[in-house]
């Protein structure tokens, strides 16, 4: 091992392909192999789309020297190679396609061969060439490293060798390094001192996981311990996003006066300008409100300036910030919630010498701030100037998106919050929300995929969160209904069947939207292994029985709702997107029989009397049983319509208490021929949420109760919340033939 | 124990060529080097094998 280290810092190596290669067909198989930056497939668009690498096209005569002649081997001396370190040690990550090789060089085949496409002709296509083909559970444990900027072999490559190995159950570690270009460590060679750490942060772990791989005994080789599928955890860390930051400034300062017609019973009116503001002293119990005009998430900050004979003491503040009227113009503690009372988005500071910048380190999600100065000193007044935020997402700022363009204005505007309620969630996962809970949650996970393919388009982060949650199965192969990423990744207890069933109809939407079918191969076993829970529910007639087990099934917070009818119908619904997804693979449908018998016994749950589904020994109707099973088509079109309409007429029905289950039923209306009515409950709820003045969707809406919430108090509601983004996917892409033919289009 | 592997480079040999020279090293190692070179002890059990890009900068 030392010799192979002293041999990597003195010799430039060649041939990951190779290394790959020797995995795939020596026998006896290497005991480990180790790929840095190694190309694992030639079948790649990167090799086969003609890449373009230098800026001037080559020709055939530039390289002629080097396509005749005898067969060479080794290393080609070359007169300028663009990966010898320079004797600078400021280099490092230098753009080293500034320095392509010149044409005296034989690197140049290199930039030829892929501009020309030529490499799948002269390597070959034999099966045997591809490595990628021979990973397997046998195949030797693996390591690569490789630099997230790599240009002259994308990361992909190892992306691709890393899923498909851990999905076979091999041994395999990925290590990225961040912003790091081809030859990255030849750099860190020449400059591991002050500049860098490369060498130390990132050689040194891995040559310890070749060790820790090559010390296992072969005889006794254990798979990769299935807690942490460490593999799926390394593709998931790879294709942690971009963070977007951008400034944005308060509009005014506001204050608020009772307005019975308002659903907060009040409204902003402009107290000052922000530049007013600017020359405003303030001292003890003086307070006002910012308006910020919309929704972000980021950091705040301002400099506070100080007036008067001495600053002979610390400013005391306490920031709130709101995302809803109440946050800012009620006392927020005590918070009668039974959730944790640290949510509460507010913060006492003490800031030492004024003058000075403040910058708030923790992230919020507002519109509002309320500022109270809770104490200076009788000998001075602070004032607040330079007042701004660093909002954040990982949506580009700017970021421009056809508009719906329906005649309704109202749809524009649904459509526009949705828009905003969906960049906000999405960070570096797509958050729950902004405020509360901020991490991964499964089931908004499928509703935020879907928004994000009609709007954004951002398909990594997609991935992203399909292998943070496929990395961390739990004991039985089920997915946690909620993931954490900090301190380290890491699994929720929270365990919901529901959500669980859910992840292979994500898997599914996602390989159909992006086109990345590879993805859904190498989760295809956990796809299999997430619906086991829901099926295990299944009793010997074929119909879900919740009391099988002790798990929790969701649907919605309503506490009333008699579950067994809608996750009969979500499970047939997921057993069907990934038979869908099965044919997508060329795979045989896992669960076709399964479906059929689900579909039948699918009618116990049927009243024809009523012409509704119902649940339970009660026979009880509700929005979720109606929704799931005709969103799983156990009846036609018609008469899945004429039970959802049935059920939204009925006075005893059990309704939503959520966003989330809105959505399903909405979506139920729409795909069961009720586009009308679906567009009619998209205004009435969606809608009643903008003229209560949302500026994103919220986590809960009562209509009737502007302090509705599931958590015992509405100042621990999340305003900004992922589960009810959906009105964007159901205008522009479930109804958008309907909205079309029916003329309310522009 | 390091043994460095070279390789014949295309475009003058295809990729089943370069799978022939793995194939040659691995019975070098395996093979050749016990009775060739029997100063060389090697741990047969703990042979890795390492490479680093396509060595596509040498042109595979």
């Keep these: 091992m030392d010799q192979v280290k002293e041999y990597l810092s003195l010799q430039l190596l060649q041939g990951g392909y190779l290394a790959y290669l020797a995995g795939a067909h020596a026998r006896p198989r290497p005991a480990a192999v180790l790929s840095i930056y190694g190309v694992s497939t030639f079948e790649n668009p990167f090799v086969q789309g003609g890449t373009q690498l230098r800026k001037q096209k080559l020709t055939r005569d530039d390289v002629s020297a080097f396509l005749g002649g005898n067969v060479t081997t080794g290393w080609t001396p070359t007169k300028a190679n663009p990966f010898l370190p320079s004797a600078s040690e400021g280099i490092l990550f230098d753009d080293v396609l500034d320095n392509a090789p010149s044409l005296d060089d034989r690197g140049v085949l290199l930039d030829y061969f892929l501009q020309e496409n030529l490499y799948t002709q002269i390597v070959g296509t034999a099966p045997e060439l591809n490595p990628l083909s021979y990973m397997t559970e046998d195949y030797p444990p693996t390591v690569i490293i490789h630099g997230t900027k790599d240009r002259y072999v994308p990361i992909d490559q190892s992306i691709r060798a890393a899923s498909r190995l851990e999905g076979a159950g091999a041994m395999v570690r990925l290590i990225t390094v961040p912003g790091a270009d081809h030859a990255f460590e030849h750099w860190a060679r020449a400059a591991d001192s002050n500049i860098s750490k490369l060498w130390s942060t990132y050689l040194a772990p891995m040559f310890r996981l070749v060790d820790e791989f090559t010390s296992v005994d072969p005889g006794t080789k254990q798979k990769s311990p299935r807690a942490v599928r460490q593999g799926f955890l390394d593709v998931a860390e790879a294709l942690t996003p971009e963070i977007h930051k951008w400034t944005e400034l308060p509009l005014e300062v506001v204050t608020f006066e009772p307005d019975a017609s308002a659903y907060f019973q009040c409204r902003g009116v402009r107290q000052y300008t922000i530049d007013e503001l600017s020359r405003l002293e303030w001292g003890k119990g003086d307070e006002f409100i910012l308006d910020f005009g919309t929704h972000r998430a980021g950091y705040f900050a ?9 600053i002979d003491a610390p400013v005391r503040l306490k920031l709130t910030f709101g995302e809803i009227p109440y946050d800012v113009t009620e006392d927020l503690h005590p918070c009668k919630t039974w959730i944790s009372t640290s949510w509460v988005p507010d913060e006492t500071i003490n800031v030492d010498w004024c003058p000075t910048d403040v910058e708030m380190p923790r992230r919020y999600s507002f519109r509002y701030v309320r500022v109270q100065v809770i104490d200076t000193s009788a000998k001075f007044k602070v004032l607040f100037q ?10 580009a700022p700017g970021t421009k998106l056809a508009s719906l363009l329906l005649k309704d204005e109202l749809f524009n505007r649904i459509d526009e919050v949705s828009m905003l309620t969906l960049r906000d969630c999405m960070q570096t996962v797509f958050e729950d929300g902004p405020r509360r809970d901020r991490r991964l949650w499964l089931g908004d996970l499928r509703l935020q995929a879907l928004t994000n393919y009609c709007t954004y388009r951002n398909y990594d982060l997609v991935k992203r969160c399909l292998y943070l949650f496929a990395a961390l199965p739990r004991e039985n192969g089920a997915l946690p209904a909620c993931v954490f990423e900090k301190p380290v990744v890491k699994a929720a207890s929270d365990y919901i069947v529901d959500y669980d069933a859910l992840f292979g109809s994500v898997v599914y939407d996602y390989a159909r939207e992006s086109g990345d079918l590879q993805t859904a191969r190498d989760l295809w076993e956990t796809v299999l292994d997430s619906m086991k829970s829901a099926l295990s529910h299944v009793n010997s007639s074929g119909e879900y029985d919740s009391t099988k087990s002790s798990s929790w099934n969701f649907l919605d917070w309503q506490p009333d709702l008699h579950k067994d009818a809608g996750m009969h119908g979500l499970t047939i619904f997921c057993c069907n997107a990934i038979n869908d997804l099965a044919q997508l693979l060329n795979k045989d449908p896992p669960y076709m029989s399964i479906v059929s018998k689900m579909a039948t016994a699918a009618l116990s749950f049927y009243s024809p009397a009523q012409s509704v589904f119902v649940s339970g020994p009660d026979a009880q109707i509700s929005w979720a049983s109606n929704a799931w099973l005709s969103l799983a088509r156990v009846l036609p079109p018609e008469q899945c319509k004429k039970a959802l309409l049935t059920t939204m007429a009925h006075p005893h029905a059990v309704k ?23 567009l009619a409950l998209i205004k009435d709820y969606w809608g009643g949420m903008v003229k209560a003045g949302a500026d994103t969707f919220w986590e809960c809406y009562d ?4 302090r509705a919430s599931p958590y015992g108090d509405c100042h621990n509601n999340s305003y900004c919340h992922a589960w009810s983004c959906t009105p964007s996917y159901l205008l522009r892409r479930v109804l958008r033939e309907y909205l079309a033919e029916d003329g309310q289009v522009t | 124990m390091l043994i460095s592997v070279d390789y014949r480079l295309l475009p003058q040999v295809n990729g089943l060529d370069i799978l022939e020279d793995v194939t040659a090293a691995w019975k070098f190692i395996f093979e050749d080097l016990a009775s060739d070179h029997p100063e060389f002890v090697l741990d047969k059990t703990k042979v890795i094998v390492a490479g680093q890009s396509a060595g596509m900068l040498q042109v595979l």
């Design chain 1, 386 to 395: 330079n007042i701004r935020v660093q909002a954040v997402s990982a949506i």
């Design chain 1, 703 to 706: 209509p009737n109760d502007s």
């Design chain 1, 302 to 310: 301002f400099h506070l300036a100080a007036q008067g004979t001495n």
């Design chain 1, 656 to 678: 939503p208490l959520t966003p989330y289950l809105f959505h399903y039923f909405t979506e139920a209306l729409a795909v069961s021929g009720a586009e009308k009515e679906s």
